[in-house]
């Protein structure tokens, strides 16, 4: 072995073997936990798929929240749990004060008739409040005519207990239903259930909402 | 790695000792280039990857042997993320700065080269709280390796060229809670530019 080899030894011997350690990939979780959030509709052609989510280019949709019931608070809370289930910018939302420019309007009431209501939130297990989201589509059946309306009321006096808790959970879920997850999940600990009584995404509600926005949805949404 | 920063501080203030003359301190600005932090797989293949980093390196040593040194060496990066899906999109997920520090060792290979070894900490200081970085930066440790070649500008001055290989395994706080298991490992490799003093 010449001197100049013998020299570079310690730095081969430093650098070489955790090198190829340092090649693995991190151990990715397992999607498949994910429920169905697609709607499927009879049409006259048989059944069709309906999904969405919000497209990078109209990022971050834009909410608007009437300022009664506490609604601005548990939208923003609502805001912040969907913003945090994704890891890679797949959704960014920011809560707006002028409603003509909003991508989703959030107000308290019971949903009207008129429209396509993709989902209509019944609670009988939580009984404090009821919500809904309305989310109409044009002509053809696969653009979606923003903005899309949520709706989440009191069953009782709002300061009866239990009813600002429903508020903020149910405020969530129809958020999720915004967000593109038009089904409930069939499991009780995920908040997207139909009657959630859980505070907090689970992680089937996590990778249902990663898997939405990996998949090409079969709506677009129109220009606000 | 208070105490390395403090000891960083200490082997500098040196220089107004009698260590003055024997201590070597080197600064350099460059680029980093690096592997992706992460690859996941929903529906298609994610990738998350730091854009190339501007890199400031500032270093010290003290000769431990007639050929050998050993020294401190604290680099910081700072650049754009993003994660790039397969056939998809590329999002921009902000910004994040890296700081590392590594103790290493120098010697000769030849006139006017040698290299470098070392390990430390990095730390990763994401602009925003969000995505993989929702509970916050990390800190991991770090190895490497890399060659610098001196070539004399003025009397105590050198102008020194380095290249630089560094490893480590990256996780957050984040993808842990996500079951994320194990970690990413990460290769950077920096080319930097500049000064040196001291040594002849």
């Known amino acids: ?224 | 790695m208070r105490a390395i920063l403090l000891l960083l501080v200490l082997t500098l203030a040196g220089g107004a000792s009698a260590l003055h003359a024997q201590v070597d301190y080197h600064a350099g600005l460059g680029v980093t280039w690096a592997t992706a932090l992460l690859r996941d797989d929903v529906i298609n293949e994610i990738e998350v990857r730091q854009k190339l980093a501007p890199t400031l390196v500032l270093g010290a040593a003290l000769p431990i042997a007639p050929l050998y040194h050993a020294g401190l060496e604290l680099a910081l990066t700072t650049s754009g993320y993003q994660s790039k899906e397969t056939g998809g999109t590329t999002v921009d997920l902000g910004t994040v700065r890296t700081s590392s520090i590594t103790l290493g060792l120098d010697g000769p290979v030849s006139q006017g080269l040698r290299w470098r070894a070392g390990a430390g900490l990095l730390r990763y200081w994401p602009s925003e709280e969000r995505g993989i970085f929702l509970r916050g930066g990390t800190t991991r440790f770090l190895a490497g390796a890399g060659i610098d070649y001196r070539r004399p500008i003025l009397a105590q001055w050198d102008l020194m060229a380095s290249l630089r290989y560094d490893f480590h395994r990256f996780t957050t706080d984040e993808l842990e809670a996500r079951a994320f298991s194990q970690s990413q490992g990460v290769q950077r490799i920096a080319a930097t530019i500049g000064l040196a003093r001291g040594r002849r």
């Open chain 1, 1 to 224: 072995m010449s001197p100049r080899s013998r020299r570079l030894l310690p730095l081969l011997c430093l650098a070489g073997g955790p090198a190829l350690l340092s090649c693995a990939d991190i151990a990715t979780p397992s999607r498949t936990i994910a429920y169905e959030w697609r709607r499927i509709v009879a049409t006259a052609t048989g059944p069709d798929t309906l999904s969405f989510h919000w497209p990078q280019s109209r990022l971050p949709v834009r909410v608007w929240a009437e300022d009664t019931l506490n609604l601005p608070a548990h939208v923003q809370h609502g805001l912040g749990r969907w913003d945090a289930a994704f890891l890679y910018g797949e959704f960014r939302s920011v809560v707006v004060s002028d409603s003509s420019v909003a991508d989703v309007i959030v107000t308290s009431g019971i949903a009207p008739k008129g429209g396509f209501s993709v989902t209509r939130l019944e609670s009988f297990m939580a009984p404090e409040c009821q919500g809904a989201t309305d989310i109409e589509l044009d002509a053809s059946g696969h653009q979606i005519l923003p903005p899309i309306r949520v709706y989440v009321d009191p069953r009782f006096e709002p300061s009866s207990p239990g009813v600002d808790a429903c508020m903020a959970l149910t405020t969530t879920h129809e958020l999720g239903h915004s967000l593109g997850i038009f089904n409930h999940s069939p499991n009780s600990d995920d908040l997207m259930f139909a009657d959630p009584t859980v505070t907090d995404l689970s992680p089937r509600d996590r990778a249902t909402a990663e898997l939405a926005y990996h998949t090409e949805p079969t709506l677009t949404i129109a220009p606000r």
